[in-house]
């Protein structure tokens, strides 16, 4: 019973911080925002994780095609859920998006190239020809959320 009074103190703190954190929900049918807010972030939970084994020791070959793979299964999953009417909150989407259709559309088929690339090289499992294909997606990311994202 001693603990009863602090984790109730900490349940409604969190539940209090939780409220105000200003996110807002993506209630709209279909939750485009929140999908391709979703599927963004599983590419980079393949991504990353690829991007760890160049900068460190521990390339795994085998690992490292099975991250290339998903990364190219997951690559056009974002794109269909950038209709016209889904700039709202929580979108960190800028209004260019619509704005440049041409240049978006050019910055995700440069980034669907770019992953291509790394699964080709990721094939080879030769860790030399890794670098510049993962760069080229990385950079083809950078490039897009200059224009495209929010910060």
Known sequence: M????????FLSATTLLTACSGEVEDTRPGQPVKTRQQAFKAMIRSFEPMG????????????FLTLANELVAQRDAPWAHFGPDTNYPPTKATAEVWQLPEKFAQDRQAFIAAIDTLLVAAQTKD????????????DACQSCHKTFKQR
């Open 52 to 63: 760890v084994m160049l900068r460190g020791k521990t390339y795994d070959a085998d690992k």
């Open 127 to 138: 860790r030399k020809q890794l670098d510049a294909p993962y760069q080229a997606v990385y």
């Open 2 to 9: 001693r603990f009863a009074l602090p984790a109730a103190l």
